[in-house]
């Protein structure tokens, strides 16, 4: 099945500075590639996705960016604010397939006033 | 439009005992997700359901845990006997099954076995 790690577990930037957090997966038919923001004690929520027919999308400051060579995806945050505070998690999936995610173990992101 | 209902949100029970989590999915999605999430882990799926029928529970310890949905709307999820180790968060998610697959979660029930 799927494997999905991510890195760092950890992650503390100024706050205005960048941030990024790194996944890669094992399946080559996954396709999809989420990203949740869960803050604490709340649910996991959608805040970009990116299909394995593109290679970067952008949202206003956060973007992701997809190697299917090297079966590995980014998060990228610029301009980081005191709200970006939280747990990010990736995640893979094959589209019209088992519909399945397998997330990553989380990146705790804490955005230093 | 309302998002993913889930019930109770917390839950203590002592070990051996019985719990049921409920959830009720946005309204016209078929597919609903039942995940375990550990703390300080990411979520990882237990069951999913299409309409009424599990097309995914190999994940599910089916010696203690059970799931329906019957009529393909609300679905509950049962442990009998809890152990221990089941401390953790349980969270529902709904997607309408079209291509897109954003999965949206519910609150979730944090579980406690003393």
């Known amino acids: 099945g799927e494997n999905v790690e991510q890195h760092p577990s950890t992650l503390s930037v100024q706050e205005g500075d960048s941030a990024v957090i790194k996944c890669t997966y094992s399946d080559s038919a996954s396709n999809y590639f989420p990203w949740y923001k869960q803050e604490l004690g709340k649910r996991p929520q959608l805040i970009i996705d990116?299909?394995?027919?593109?290679g970067e999308k952008k949202d206003q400051r956060i973007a992701v960016t997809l190697n299917k060579t090297a079966k590995h995806f980014s998060l990228h945050i610029t301009e980081t604010q005191p709200e970006d505070s939280a747990v990010y998690f990736c995640?893979?999936?094959?589209?019209?397939?088992?519909?399945?995610?397998?997330f990553g173990t989380g990146t705790r992101l804490t955005i230093i006033p | 439009e309302a998002g993913v209902v889930q019930s109770p949100r917390y839950k203590i029970i002592e070990k051996k005992q019985p719990v049921a989590f409920w959830c009720n999915p946005i309204?016209?999605?078929?597919?609903l997700y039942w995940y375990l999430q550990n703390l300080g882990q990411g979520p990882e799926l237990l069951i999913r359901y299409e309409n009424e029928e599990a097309v995914d529970d190999s994940q599910l310890p089916k010696d203690r845990f059970s799931a329906e949905r019957l009529k393909g709307v609300d679905s509950t999820l049962k442990i009998q006997p809890a152990e221990l180790g089941d401390s953790a968060v349980y969270l529902c998610?709904?997607?309408?099954?079209?291509?897109?697959?954003?999965?949206?979660f519910g609150p979730g029930t944090r579980l406690t076995v003393l």
């Open positions: 990116i299909r394995s027919n593109v």
């Open positions: 309204s016209g999605h078929n597919t």
């Open positions: 995640a893979a999936s094959i589209l019209f397939g088992n519909e399945k995610l397998t």
């Open positions: 998610a709904s997607s309408s099954g079209l291509a897109f697959n954003e999965q949206f």
